[in-house]
């Protein structure tokens, strides 16, 4: 076997930290039957870390495993908290980099297109959205008439695309040749030096730092720190104009600009090589912490006899209930997309429900897998009479 080499920056050094055996490959592909749920395919994860560069990637993921298709469903948007969201980084970016009526807007990995559909809306300007799972009968806007979709992944043919600013959310966490990846966006500006780039994914300083393993998934194949985001980008020729958190510090943002080569690291936040190689190195005893932690709380609901419900059921859900093992003690997934109701979770083969579910079920425990909601699912467990105990994770 041939060593692996960073798909970052091409560095043999690279050291495995995390491994997870025969995990779901997907977790937002929504299966119609339980059989199909529990049938679907796995793959291993072992990350590892690049000493040179500080990206971390699963060494033994397998692309032939994906199966993006109008099935997937990634969607937050039936969160009013998400929402609310969406509008402040589609202002932010309209007001930073001057968006209007005469800009066009490429986005890769555009998923049911609810970002770009926001920015042409709230900025008024020409969209172009990728992905292979849009589904144009989930677009009702006003604006919809000046954005085209191609359900597609981006790629070399879509080289020819011109665009005066392009961003990508929650997509490049999925591709396994970043390197190549970045270097074929920032091919196709060329010339073209007014194009602003912008980038959002999940912080994995956050997951390492908090030892939040049920954020590691097979679907991710890739997982950067501002350093090594930064880095990928310089390398491919981007001037790096700004790194920062958002989303209570779940995500990763870069805006970038194209330059005539390769660009030096002048953002302080870059220099973070030393802080993610010791975190990297406590990692596994966080993980350790935390299934200990939660391994003991499972015992005792079981003991007692709760009921125990999980909201959200995302990638992170699937990452958890196989981690944590839980049975017959978990009586409902439940997630507000309805979309999902009555469709079964990758690999645990549990039902997704709706909020309504809850009602009958009367949960003692309800395990929130994004904090964040937390407020949000407290509302509306009230306005069905339910006031049980609540673990934001
Ligand atoms: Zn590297």
Same mark, same amino acid.
């Not at 990637?57 to 937050?76: I, K, M, P, W």
């Not at 039936?78 to 807007?105: A, H, M, W, Y």
């Not at 990297?280 to 005893?285: G, I, T």
């Given at each position: 076997?041939?060593?692996?080499?960073?798909?970052?920056?091409?560095?043999?050094?690279?050291?495995?930290?995390?491994?997870?055996?025969?995990?779901?490959?997907?977790?937002?592909?929504?299966?119609?039957?339980?059989?199909?749920?529990?049938?679907?395919?796995? &793959?291993? %994860?072992? +990350? !590892?870390?690049?000493?040179?560069?500080?990206?971390?990637?699963?060494?033994?993921?397998? =692309?032939?495993?994906?199966?993006?298709?109008?099935?997937?469903?990634?969607?937050?948007?039936?969160?009013?908290?998400?929402?609310?969201?969406?509008?402040?980084?589609?202002?932010?970016?309209?007001?930073?980099?001057? +968006?209007?009526?005469?800009?066009?807007?490429?986005?890769?990995?555009?998923?049911?297109?609810?970002?770009?559909?926001?920015?042409?809306?709230?900025?008024?300007?020409? &969209?172009?959205?990728?992905?292979?799972?849009?589904?144009?009968?989930?677009?009702?806007?006003?604006?919809?008439?000046?954005?085209?979709?191609?359900? $597609?992944?981006?790629?070399?043919?879509? =080289?020819?695309?011109?665009?005066?600013?392009?961003?990508?959310?929650?997509?490049?966490?999925?591709?396994? @040749?970043?390197?190549?990846?970045?270097?074929?966006?920032? $091919?196709?500006?060329?010339?073209?030096?007014?194009?602003?780039?912008?980038?959002?994914?999940?912080?994995?300083?956050? %997951?390492?730092?908090?030892?939040?393993?049920?954020? %590691?998934?097979?679907?991710?194949?890739?997982?950067?720190?501002?350093?090594?985001?930064?880095?990928?980008?310089?390398?491919?020729?981007?001037?790096?104009?700004?790194?920062?958190?958002?989303?209570?510090? /779940?995500?990763?943002?870069?805006?970038?600009? @194209?330059?005539?080569?390769?660009?030096?690291?002048?953002?302080?936040?870059?220099?973070?090589? !030393?802080?993610? !190689?010791?975190?990297?190195?406590?990692?596994?005893?966080?993980?350790?912490?935390?299934?200990?932690?939660?391994?003991?709380?499972?015992?005792?609901?079981?003991?007692?006899?709760?009921?125990?419900?999980?909201?959200?059921?995302?990638?992170?859900?699937?990452?958890?209930?196989?981690?944590? /093992?839980?049975?017959?003690?978990?009586?409902?997934?439940?997630?507000?997309?309805?979309?999902?109701?009555?469709?079964?979770?990758?690999?645990?083969?549990?039902?997704?429900?709706? @909020?309504?579910?809850?009602?009958? +079920?009367?949960?003692?425990?309800?395990?929130?897998?994004?904090?964040?909601?937390?407020?949000?699912?407290?509302?509306?467990? =009230? =306005?069905?009479?339910?006031? @049980?105990? +609540?673990?934001?994770?």
């Amino acid at each position: 076997m041939t060593t692996p080499a960073c798909q970052a920056c091409a560095s043999t050094e690279l050291e495995t930290f995390y491994e997870v055996r025969d995990v779901p490959a997907h977790s937002c592909l929504m299966l119609p039957t339980r059989e199909e749920a529990l049938a679907f395919p796995r &793959g291993d %994860i072992e +990350l !590892a870390f690049c000493h040179a560069c500080g990206f971390i990637g699963n060494v033994r993921f397998d =692309a032939s495993l994906n199966r993006y298709s109008a099935a997937y469903e990634e969607t937050q948007a039936f969160s009013p908290r998400f929402i609310s969201f969406l509008n402040e980084i589609c202002d932010d970016q309209i007001r930073k980099f001057g +968006l209007n009526s005469d800009t066009t807007v490429l986005e890769i990995g555009c998923g049911k297109g609810e970002f770009l559909v926001t920015l042409c809306e709230r900025g008024g300007c020409l &969209g172009i959205g990728l992905d292979p799972s849009y589904r144009p009968e989930r677009t009702h806007s006003s604006v919809a008439d000046r954005i085209t979709f191609i359900r $597609d992944f981006y790629g070399p043919r879509y =080289a020819h695309l011109r665009a005066d600013y392009v961003c990508c959310r929650h997509t490049l966490e999925h591709i396994a @040749p970043v390197r190549d990846f970045v270097r074929l966006v920032r $091919d196709t500006i060329g010339e073209r030096h007014h194009v602003n780039v912008f980038f959002e994914l999940p912080d994995m300083e956050r %997951i390492l730092e908090q030892g939040v393993f049920w954020d %590691i998934y097979y679907e991710h194949c890739t997982y950067f720190t501002r350093g090594s985001l930064a880095r990928v980008f310089r390398d491919a020729g981007f001037d790096v104009l700004a790194l920062y958190k958002a989303y209570d510090g /779940q995500y990763l943002m870069l805006e970038a600009q @194209p330059a005539a080569g390769r660009t030096a690291p002048h953002l302080p936040q870059e220099r973070d090589l !030393a802080l993610i !190689a010791s975190l990297v190195k406590s990692f596994k005893s966080q993980v350790t912490a935390r299934l200990q932690e939660l391994g003991a709380a499972a015992a005792r609901w079981r003991k007692s006899g709760h009921t125990v419900a999980i909201w959200g059921s995302g990638s992170k859900c699937v990452s958890l209930i196989s981690s944590l /093992q839980l049975g017959d003690e978990l009586r409902a997934v439940v997630d507000i997309n309805p979309h999902k109701h009555g469709k079964f979770l990758a690999g645990s083969g549990h039902r997704i429900v709706g @909020p309504d579910a809850l009602t009958a +079920l009367r949960p003692d425990v309800v395990l929130i897998m994004n904090s964040i909601y937390t407020e949000e699912i407290r509302h509306e467990l =009230a =306005a069905r009479g339910l006031r @049980p105990q +609540l673990l934001p994770l």
